[in-house]
């Protein structure tokens, strides 16, 4: 089983104050479904977590 995580972050060149995040998951091979399918809803509630705390630092203006 393979488990990989994975943050894009674009900015689209003309509005460079506009910035998306996508947090994802993936897990693949012969288990990856089944575990995938066991732990979906504490995976959901960690990337929740991530993207709450991502959004509130982006936010944070520093200093």
Same mark, same amino acid.
Not at 33 to 37: E, F, L, S
Not at 48 to 52: M, N, Q, T
């Given at each position: 089983m393979e488990l990989s995580t994975r943050i894009d972050v674009? /900015?689209?060149p003309e509005?460079?104050?506009e910035? +998306?995040?996508?947090?994802?998951?993936?897990?693949? +091979?012969a288990l990856g479904?089944?575990? +995938?399918?066991f732990y979906r809803k504490l995976t959901e509630q960690y990337l +929740?977590?991530?993207? /709450?705390g991502l959004k509130a630092r /982006?936010?944070?203006s520093p200093g």
């Open positions: 674009a /900015a689209p509005r460079v104050w910035v +998306g995040v996508e947090l994802k998951v993936v897990m693949s +091979g479904a089944v575990v +995938g399918r +929740g977590l991530e993207a /709450a /982006a936010e944070t």
